[in-house]
Structure formats: structure tokens, C-alpha cells
């Protein structure tokens, strides 16, 4: 049987947009077995980075797939990356291919570019074989929720995923359809009505809580309060 | 100016004190700068919980010595970076300090430079001068570092930036003519 190992970028738990995008995804590839790894948790649970690579070997195919934080890969899934590159049995993992499916807020090209290459470089340093992958913003509207029940919103998205899902069961590099599926996410949505829209929410959303969105505790001289142990 | 030094060399990292001795020299005590050695810092990873955003907005909720950093972020009119580069991006003691940035930012997004981002909470630094430090020469990595330096400035909304790759082996005088040459172009030397 095939074997397919997801890495997801997310810290955030189990709920996240990630997760959505990898449950979808994994629905698709019917006959395939499919492992899952949260790049957060091989570092708190123990040091499983060991084990995460023994996962890899003899995989058809690992798929990163992540949200951006502030412009660049998240620090817990960068540093499972550094540490397959570091650990003395990478060897092993020469010629296995991958696939990246990265995500944010921001609808530009340009705000994952630098995820891109970084996944790109990773591949190059380790020997794996990059075989394409594509990013698209506005995720945060998936919040948690199952792709398929995103409705008209999401549905480039899942469309681009069945295409992934083809390439990968016919073991193909990722074709240029499902790049062109995902260039159709939100394009007809212009930025000047997309950013009013979404303050209306911010601005909703701080009301009903009763904070001000706008508060700027970290200013000097004025006192840092409510930090918790959340 | 305000300034604030990120740096995320340990002690043992190539060009760590040849590096820093440079910077120092660029920052005369007039300038007011706030100097954080990352790698002795207990810091930890942003886990994306949505505190600063939603629940209490403008303050993470972790109790570590990134609450020492904030303040500093937030006035900070200069922003120095100084990494290794990994894979392109910033090394690790760095990026897990730069994905806390994360309170500095509004729910709320706006049009800067053509391009969306979250609207800040307080003003733009000035200018963000990226300084990494790589394994060896690699071309391809080092365009990324350039890359990954101007997309931090602009989420922060700084008006320049610089950003310069040092290589193991760089003699003294190339260090301190690229450190210099990175403030010069970021408006910022001394």
C-alpha cells in the first residue's frame, strides 16, 4: 500500500484550517494509507523527531502543509525541518518526494513566497525531490470548520486539493491545474471591499467581548496588565 | 533613536562576536538601543491562541522574557535582526521571537505599499536592517534572506530596510563593510 505522511504547520491544535485542508485532503486518497504529524507536538511530546523521519522512510510522498506566520514558516514546524536536516540519518531520505500546501490571511502571492522557497531549500539540503505545491489566502474564514461544508467560499480550494489528490495517487509532480484552480480563490473579490468588510467584523466582534481592539498596552509608561497563563 | 537589537547568535556561532562587536560600534550609547541575546533568553513559540487578538488585544498571554522585548518593539523607531539563516529564513532563536510579534498587530487589515497586512498598533519603526549569518555561500538562500528580510519590513510597516548575508571565513573588514553598507542603505548609520 501506499503510504502518504502529512506535516502540518499549525500550533494551534486540532481545529485549525490545517487540519481542515489535511482532512480533506486525506479524504481524497482513497487506498492510501495516510500518517499524520503536527509539527508542535513532536517537540512537546518528547523528542519524536527520530520518529518522525523512521515515518518517512518508504513514503511515496510527504506533504507540508502550513499556515505563514508573520511572513515565514512557524517556528515549531521550521524547526522540525532543521532538525531532519541535521540528524545524522537524512541520507535515507534522499529522493523521497514532496508536496507544500501553504496558507494565511493575506490574499497576495508575494506574503508565501518566502515559505515556498524555504520548503524549496529544505528539499535541496535533505535531497528530497520538491514536486510543486500552491498557497492561498483568506484561510482564516475556514476556521476549523470541514472544506466541504465551506460552501462557494472554499470551493477553489477544494478544487485545486482534488487536483493534488490526482497527481498524488498517479504519483505525478503537481500540474499546473491545480495552480490555475487556485489563482480562481477570491479573485473576483476586490481588497478594497474585502478589508472594510472584515473591520466591520473586527470592530463587531471587540464590542461584543467589551475590549478595545485598538488598546496599545506595550507602549512605554504605560502599565503591562491581564497577562494570564493561558 | 530608539533601537532595538534582536540577536540570535549564541556564543558559538560562527562570526557571533566579530558580528556583534560591528553592531556595537554602529550603535553609540546615544542611540538608545535595547540589546537582547536571544539564545540566553527564555522565550517561547507563538501557538497561535488568539489572546492578543480577540480576548485581550495588544498583549500575549505567555509570561516569559518576550514581555521584556515588547515594550521596546513597540517604541522601537530602528529594528536590527541578526540570525543564522536557515533554509533561507531566519535561524530558530530568532523566528520564534519574530512570531511573537504577532500582538503588535490589529484584527484589522489596510492597503500598505499595494499590498494587504494587518494594520499596526503602534508606529512603524523607521527602518528594519536584517543581518544573516550562513552555513556557507549558497546563492539561491541567501535571495531568500533577502526576501525574508523586506517581507518583516513591511509587515511592521517600516519605511526602509537593509538586509546583508555574512558567510564563515569573511574576513573582519568585509563584516564591517557590509554591517556598515546595510545601515547606510537603511537611512540608519551612525
Known amino acids: 500500500m501506499k503510504r502518504v505522511v502529512f506535516l502540518l504547520g499549525s500550533p494551534r491544535g486540532v481545529k485549525t484550517g490545517t487540519e481542515s485542508i489535511a482532512n480533506y485532503l486525506e479524504a481524497r486518497l482513497p487506498g492510501i494509507e495516510v500518517q499524520r504529524w503536527r509539527a508542535h507536538q513532536i517537540f512537546r511530546d518528547g523528542d519524536q523527531v527520530a520518529a518522525f523521519g523512521e515515518s518517512l522512510r518508504g513514503a511515496q510522498l510527504l506533504v507540508l502543509c502550513t499556515p505563514v506566520y508573520v511572513h515565514s514558516l512557524p517556528w515549531p514546524f521550521q524547526e522540525v525541518l532543521a532538525a531532519l536536516d541535521d540528524s545524522p540519518n537524512r541520507g535515507g531520505l534522499s529522493g523521497l518526494n514532496v508536496m507544500t500546501v501553504i496558507h494565511s490571511g493575506y490574499l497576495e502571492d508575494i506574503q508565501r513566497q518566502t515559505c515556498f522557497e524555504m520548503c524549496q531549500h529544505f528539499c535541496r539540503e535533505t535531497g528530497m525531490v520538491y514536486r510543486g505545491g500552491f498557497g492561498f489566502g483568506a484561510s482564516p474564514l475556514i476556521d476549523g470548520r470541514p472544506l466541504e461544508s465551506t460552501g462557494r467560499l472554499m470551493r477553489w480550494v477544494r478544487r485545486a486539493l482534488d487536483e493534488m489528490a490526482t497527481c498524488i495517487a498517479h504519483d505525478r509532480e503537481l500540474s499546473g491545474k491545480a495552480t490555475a484552480l487556485i489563482h480562481r480563490h477570491f479573485a473576483l473579490m476586490p481588497r478594497w471591499l474585502m478589508i472594510p468588510l472584515m473591520k466591520l467584523k473586527v470592530e463587531r466582534d471587540a464590542k461584543k467581548a467589551g475590549v478595545d481592539y485598538r488598546a496599545r498596552p506595550y507602549a512605554i509608561d504605560e502599565p503591562v496588565t491581564g497577562t494570564t497563563d493561558a | 533613536m530608539a533601537t532595538l537589537v534582536l540577536f540570535g547568535l549564541g556564543a558559538d556561532d560562527p562570526l557571533s562576536s566579530t ?24 522565550i517561547g513559540y507563538c501557538n497561535g491562541c488568539g489572546y492578543c487578538g480577540d480576548t485581550n488585544p495588544g ?101 526602509r530596510s537593509a538586509s546583508t548575508v555574512l558567510a564563515p571565513g569573511m574576513a573582519g573588514e568585509e563584516v564591517r563593510s557590509r554591517i556598515e553598507n546595510s545601515f547606510r542603505e537603511a537611512g540608519a548609520s551612525r
Not at chain 2, 554602529?26 to 537582547?36: I, K, M, R, T
Not at chain 2, 515594550?71 to 529564513?89: D, E, Q
Not at chain 2, 484589522?108 to 552555513?135: C, D, K
Request: aromatic fraction near 8%.
Open chain 2, 19 to 42: 558580528v556583534a562587536e560591528e553592531l556595537k560600534s554602529q550603535l553609540p550609547e546615544s542611540l538608545d538601543a535595547a540589546w537582547f541575546d536571544l539564545p540566553a533568553m527564555s
Open chain 2, 59 to 159: 498583549i500575549c498571554c505567555k509570561r516569559d522574557q518576550m514581555q521584556e522585548i515588547y515594550p521596546h518593539l513597540a517604541r522601537a523607531a530602528r529594528i536590527v535582526l541578526v540570525s543564522l539563516v536557515r533554509f533561507g529564513g531566519f535561524g530558530g532563536h530568532l523566528k520564534k521571537a519574530i512570531d511573537r510579534f504577532s500582538p503588535q498587530g490589529l484584527g484589522t487589515y489596510v492597503l500598505h505599499n499595494g499590498e494587504m497586512h494587518h494594520e499596526m498598533r503602534y508606529p512603524g519603526p523607521a527602518s528594519v536592517i536584517s543581518i544573516g549569518i550562513m552555513r556557507r555561500e549558497d546563492e539561491a538562500e541567501e535571495k531568500t534572506f533577502h526576501l525574508a528580510g523586506s517581507r518583516i519590513a513591511a509587515c511592521v510597516f517600516a519605511e
